[in-house]
């Protein structure tokens, strides 16, 4: 029996770049693969049927296709795999050697099969809140995913790519290290830019810079 009482370490990973394999081609591979895809893995599909989202993928070339089962040798290269096939004798074969070559996996709906679970996501732009209950009350993740996603609203996905952009003048023009920065960067975060670009208002990086760089130092 899994034991739901462990805990997860919970951490954000790079995968750009990185070879990410799916071991199955229906509907839950499919939602493994559309997810992926977004955090820029080269992604590679071993199996002998798949979904048509999934044939079209391989037709634009966002994706890789060994269209056959799997077989020992496929997870050679890999970062993080995802076996979503019905065969348990395949699921086990998919773990055992990811175990081997040190590969993140996940088998899905299977925790004692996996080194990593995949959390309920809510993305802004480069924000990302993720929410786990370890696999022991998925329902309420979801449900907790639906209330955050009410809570932040469009306007965090600018909120956060324009504070990047002030991140980046400002280590590029203020020196002094973080006793100097972290002043500016709690003065911006602390005022009421977030309630104005909700408002509408869409200020350059250059303009908060100006704004709130001489105020804050």
């Known amino acids: 029996m899994p034991d739901y009482s462990k805990p997860y370490y919970p951490v954000f990973l ?30 590679r599909v071993v199996s002998p049927e798949v979904t048509p989202e999934i044939e079209a993928l391989v037709a634009s070339g966002a994706i890789e296709l060994e269209r056959r ?30 175990e081997e070559r040190g590969c993140l996996v996940n088998v899905v709906d299977v925790p004692e099969l ?20 370890g696999g022991a009350a998925p329902t309420v993740a979801k449900r907790l995913r639906k209330h ?7 306007e965090w996905e600018p909120y956060m790519a324009l504070l990047g952009e002030v991140r980046v003048l400002v280590m590029e023009r203020v020196p002094g290290g973080e006793p100097v920065r972290k002043p500016i960067f709690e003065c911006i975060a602390n005022s009421d830019l ?4 909700r408002a509408g208002a869409r200020p350059s990086a250059e303009d908060v810079y100006a704004e709130f760089v001489g105020d804050c130092r």
Do not use: W
Request: proline letters at 2%; aromatic letters at 4%; a negative charge.
């Open 14 to 43: 790079d995968l750009s770049g990185r070879l990410a394999v799916i071991v199955g081609g229906g509907c839950v591979a499919e939602r493994k693969v559309v997810t992926l895809l977004e955090y820029g893995p080269r992604m």
């Open 148 to 154: 955050v996603q009410e809570h932040l609203g469009e």
């Open 194 to 197: 977030l309630d104005r670009i």
């Open 114 to 133: 996996c080194s990593f679970i995949v959390p309920s996501i809510v993305r802004r732009g480069t924000l990302s809140v993720a929410i786990s209950t």
């Open 69 to 98: 089962g799997y077989v020992r040798g496929d997870l050679e290269g890999a970062f993080i795999v995802v076996s979503a096939t019905s065969s348990e004798e395949v699921n086990r074969a998919v773990h055992a050697e990811a």
